[in-house]
């Protein structure tokens, strides 16, 4: 079984702060890990992953996420954020294939970007 | 990239219609579309895992009856509310996976279903 942890359910910042958003995860077994965007009343949107290789991942609006796997981490952080980074977010484990493909998901952090 | 669309993306109807909502992959064939319900402020709750052609996998404490899901082809899952109560109110996400490859779920944009 897997598990992920959010512990922030909120986290509110000023515009251009810089920004941490942490997820813990537990598994028995290797896994790959992800980062999903929700917007308002919208779906999930994959932000970034991590499957192998290099632990530090990025996206393509500023987002990077390290996976440490002595610490069992995954935390998602931006050097400055802009409003428009106000939204929900999921970070989410899943067994590689061969396993269960079910994706675990935390409970979502709410990034609340104050102008 | 692969797409998931959702539709209706907003369903308002009375107490005891029956809603369905579609879920469709675009541009890969998914043998497996997973249904979750999203309450207010909370995460993803995963209601059901569904497999073309065989029937769904339900999860604990989700009424097979009430919430139906039939996965017909590669590209086309529904999921039906029947006799539809407010406590059915909530919002809906679909998502996709081509299980062959290393690839992770993508996801509908969501129907927001509200019974009067």
């Known amino acids: 079984a897997q598990s992920v942890t959010q512990l922030d359910s909120q986290v509110p910042v000023f515009e251009e702060a810089p920004v941490e958003l942490r997820c813990n995860y537990s598994?028995?077994?290797?896994?790959?890990l992800f980062w999903y965007v929700q917007y308002p009343n919208q779906g999930l949107q994959l932000l970034l992953k991590?499957?192998?290789?290099?632990?530090l991942v990025k996206s393509i609006n500023g987002f990077e996420a390290e996976f440490n796997k002595s610490q069992t981490s995954f935390h998602l952080r931006k050097p400055s954020v802009h409003i428009s980074d106000t939204a929900e977010y999921f970070c989410?484990?899943?067994?590689?294939?061969?396993?269960?493909?079910?994706?675990?998901f935390g409970r979502g952090t709410s990034l609340i970007v104050h102008p | 990239g692969a797409v998931v669309s959702q539709h209706p993306s907003r369903v308002i109807c009375k107490s005891g219609t029956s809603v369905k909502i579609e879920c469709r992959s675009l541009?890969?064939?998914?043998?497996?579309m997973f249904w979750y319900r999203q309450f207010p402020k909370q995460s993803l709750m995963l209601m059901a895992t569904?497999?073309?052609?065989?029937?769904?996998?339900?999860e604990q404490g989700v009424e097979k009856d009430k919430f139906l899901i039939n996965h017909a082809s590669l590209t086309l899952s529904t999921l039906t509310v029947t006799s539809a109560h407010p406590e059915d109110s909530s919002f809906y996400i679909c998502?996709?996976?081509?299980?062959?490859?290393?690839?992770?779920?993508?996801f509908g944009d969501g129907t927001r279903l509200s019974i009067l």
């Open positions: 998502s996709a996976s081509d299980r062959g490859r290393n690839q992770p779920q993508h």
């Open positions: 598994s028995s077994v290797s896994v790959y």
């Open positions: 991590y499957l192998s290789g290099s632990t």
């Open positions: 989410a484990v899943r067994t590689p294939p061969g396993g269960s493909y079910i994706p675990t």
């Open positions: 541009d890969f064939q998914a043998t497996t």
């Open positions: 569904s497999n073309e052609g065989s029937k769904a996998t339900y």
